[in-house]
């Protein structure tokens, strides 16, 4: 993540995909992996209650992430990251 942009890798044996999409971000730039799937499942809980656009809170890589609609309170999603090693 970083001003504006978010950067997506998704990894699945020797297969890899790559996406950027727009965003609003304040901070220093930051990576953060997490289980594909269990980020899909939090899109999709918090977009199951009504919220068109879905707000990420984190303090840094290895802490928790809170999935919440933008729109204002109601469901929240926590996921942990994973750590991953660059070797």
């Known amino acids: 993540l970083a001003e504006g942009i978010a950067r997506l890798t998704a990894r699945a044996g020797t297969a890899e995909a790559h996406a950027s999409i727009g965003c609003e971000f304040a901070g220093e730039p930051l990576t953060m992996a997490f289980n594909s799937g269990y980020v899909l499942d939090a899109i999709k809980a918090v977009s199951l209650g009504g919220h068109s656009k879905v707000e990420v809170r984190f303090c840094g890589p290895l802490n928790a992430a809170s999935f919440v609609g933008a729109e204002g309170a109601g469901f929240e ?10 070797w």
């Open 77 to 86: 999603y926590v996921l942990m990251p994973m750590q991953v090693c660059n």
